[in-house]
Every structure is written in C-alpha cells, then in structure tokens.
C-alpha cells in the first residue's frame, strides 16, 4: 500500500518541482536582465564622456598656450582623469562579466547580485564623473 501511495505521489512532487524550477529561471532571467539593463543605460553615457572628455582637452591645450593659470589647467586635467578612470571602469566591468548560463541557480543567483551591485556602482561612478565635468566645462564656457 505504501508503495503505491509513493508511486501515486511521485508525479505530483516532480510537477511541483519542475514549476518551482521554471519561477527559479525567471527570477534569474528578471536579474540577469536588470543587471543587463543598467549596463545599457550606462553605455548610452559613455558618447557624453567622450565628448566631455574632448571638450575639457581643448580647454586645457587652449589655456596652456596661453600660459593661463596653472590651478586652472590642473583642475582640468583632474576632470580629465576622473572621465578616463571612470571609462576604464566601465570597460573593467564588462571585460570581467560572463553570462552565468553554465552556474547553478543558486550560484548564478548570487553571481548575478554581486554583478549588480557592480554595475550600479559604476553608474555611480559614471553620473558623478559627468556631473562634475559638466559643471567644470559650463564653468569655463561661460568664462569666454
């Protein structure tokens, strides 16, 4: 009798098992595609870090053929540096990311939380970066 309670039973433990398994994909899909997502927002920045980054390179040449104030063209060069670190973060990240299709769901998980974590600490990185650059360069636009 108790054999065929087991046997009757069977089914019904694998059909809950395999649902349970297909809302385990889909909470890693929905994190694999968050972390995907704040990837793509940051990529759209990079275009106004090049940008920022040229036009804070002609300030700089510009006021070093003019022998301008050294403080100035320092304070240009740090926003420069700050726009390059912030760059070779962003290119770190994604140089160092896998997809983790090969993990368990468990390790991908928590592989995928701590790419998370990463990624939105780059675009931390990114938007401060832009933000001081941005006013460093209104700052000197609105000098000439």
Known sequence: MKKHIILLALPFALLAAC???ASGQEEKKELETRVLAIHDEAMTRMDEIIRLRRTLRGTR?????RQADSTAILTLEREINGLDQADETMM??????RAPDTLQHEQAMQYLQQELTKIQRVQTILDSTIAAARE???????EK
Do not use: K, V
């Not at 040449?61 to 053929?65: V, Y």
């Not at 770190?92 to 990311?97: A, F, I, P």
């Not at 460093?136 to 609105?142: G, I, L, M, R, V």
């Open 19 to 21: 649902q349970g398994g």
């Open 61 to 65: 040449d510009t006021l070093a053929a």
């Open 136 to 142: 460093t360069t209104t700052a000197y636009e609105q």
């Open 92 to 97: 770190q990240w994604m140089r160092q990311y």
